[in-house]
């Protein structure tokens, strides 16, 4: 089975490739580079991308399936149907299902459940601790055997230095990125939002930024110590960009990644200052971390731009209405992602000259394959499998929760709009979402 | 659901929200309902046949029993529903029991939470006329129309005074709704306590508002001295117990010793300073109980006005034109 894709712009930054170049895919895989001037296989169904970006298919480095355990608030399929509908070829998700993906044959049920929907690849992150209790170290090497790309305990970080430091000893042995959402609870505890002027005005308990960074300073050293591979998730506060500034420029093996609310929103969105339609203690503006100050957000930028940050990666955190119904100091952190990540990316870093598009692709496809070690993914070379993202810049659309193909609907961007969109994305070969029809 | 509000029915969220000409027209309106309350038949017709609900996620003896006096002094039917939060998260939505409330009809729901932001969403979604009894440590609008009708009372006028606020500010839903409310009549607020209760940037607060150039309408103080020194109005936030044991501040009897209001503080003020406190108290922790029996205590009055302010408060709210005076 042949698939042909032409007249598209190829941006390949793995292969220093930014030039229109057609592209063949044969059984799964690239096989082909073509010049204008090479012979076109006759048997070959045609993709014509006239106007778009050709990408190596963009890998979410961070999500929430829900599954096993919470398909209340989303499944396997759905999850990998909202992710492919944003342009998403892989998902990474983390390990905070019920029980907690902390065994191998919890990181294999993920990855066969991915196999039946057959839409989008998923590449489950392990556990560092069993149950993410932060105590005894979960079966790394078993995970990884399995399937398993990183491991994190993500929302529930290990809080003991001593633990953490033994967790990425023994992750570096197996080659496996150790993934920290870096937040110490005794810090944040009981708070809702950022702790800040936005926190004072609502009367709502704040978490500091101090809460985030002091881990994130602790991760280095203990990285620095260990030589294990440490990935901050969802940096958040100028002060965590400007620590992972300072450690790379030292050497230290460290990458990190941003959400996309992040780089959008700040904390007056709590407030509702965030249009016509937007309210006050809205519980969609309410997620770990906190959608943190504007001297905050544009530290995200300049990190997105100045290549600080490596990834973007949506922390798609879906939810069920019931429990995002509850008040604001109740109701469950995370918001959906997956459908408006690259939405975002195109209208606030792309058209607004943050980033251009060659960094885009790294961004949301070199650098996570780099970082989690998928061998032929994140680069459309000859040989790599054909997981791949089309992409319109100048694609107008406006986002509805109504048609999210995510079982939640908890997105504080409903009704944006935005102008850049995934408009096809191939999996393998396959063409698992088109826009055009 | 249809959430749209009848002609003329209003919100009274906080004080924020609030304009100086609003706040003023409710303590206007405030005024005339009071001497209802020292008649022999303490009852006008004004809301009859309105249904007041009073709905109470926190227990609350004062500010309850102020606002059902309220309603029913107004002639409305008023019922009192005291929900246990933790009822909430065993099934029902907050927005469910709003939806059962509002199909029944009432005119205004007078809600009280522990969390803030309750009555915002509950605004939303509901056709009644929402009055926030407090929500959280975000406002608890009034409490400071109270506190404003006892200060119009002893001190003529609110515009050019000095008001200390003292104790665990950052947690205080009074403090917001005071600081709100005065310094839009004109009031300059400075407000102290332990560092760990106020923050450094708590004039963060009314930044929207507009002052004059150079004006410090809103200050933190280092010392409870340098809050009360010229003060014309002292005001004591009750300290909850509990926050002795999450480390802001070490023992109830270091915090008298060091932020208790005692006579000898309080004559740092002008001569003529009253003093507030939104109660129930602590005596001998924030306030010295010589000072809350003293003549310059005001702590009675308060909770007297608080009928009138709410008389006031509901008849606006379902329909009622504020007096201009």
Redesign the interface.
Known sequence: MKLLITNGHVIDPAAGQNSGKDILVEDGRVAAWLASSDERPSDAAIIDASGLIVAPGFIDMHVHLREPGHEHKESIASGCAAAVAGGWTSVCPMPNTNPVNDDAAITRYMIEQAERAGLANVFPIGAITKASDGTELAEMGEMKAAGAVAVSDDGRPVPNAGIMRRAMQYAADFGLPVIDHCEDKSLSSGGVMHEG?VS??????GMPALAEEIDVVRDILLARDTGAHVHIAHISTAGAVEAVRRAKSEGVSITCEAAPHHFTLTDSAVAGDGGESA???DTNTKMAPPLRSEQDREAILEGLRDGTIDAIATDHAPHHA?EK??????APFGITGLETAVGLAFTELVHKGVIDLVRLVELCSTNPARILSLTGRGTLVPGSVADITLLDPEHVWAFSVADSRSRSKNSPFDGREFRGKAITTIVAGRVVFNERG | MNTEKPYRRRDLLGI?ELAASDIIGILDTAENFREISNREVKKVPALRGKTVINLFFESSTRTRTSFELAAKRLSADAVNISVSSSS??KGE????TAANLDAMAPDCIVVR?S????P??LA?VSRAAIVNAG?????HPTQALLDAMTIREHKGQIDGLSVAIIGDI?HS?VA?SNIHLLTKLGATVRVAGPRTLV?K??S??I?DQEFAPGAKPLEVCEHVEDAIRGADVVMILRIQRERQDSAYFPSLREYSIHYGLTNERLDLARRDAIVLHPGPMNRGIEIASDVADSSRSLILDQVKYGVAVRMAVLYLATGGSAVNS
């Open positions: 002027k004072l005005l609502l009367g709502l308990k309210s006050a203690y019931d119904s509850l008040e604001y100091d109740r | 924020r909430l998260s939505t907050l927005l469910d939470h969390s803030a932001g309750v915002h969403r939303k929500d959280g440590a975000n406002e950052v839903r917001r923050p940037d708590f963060y607060l930044h």
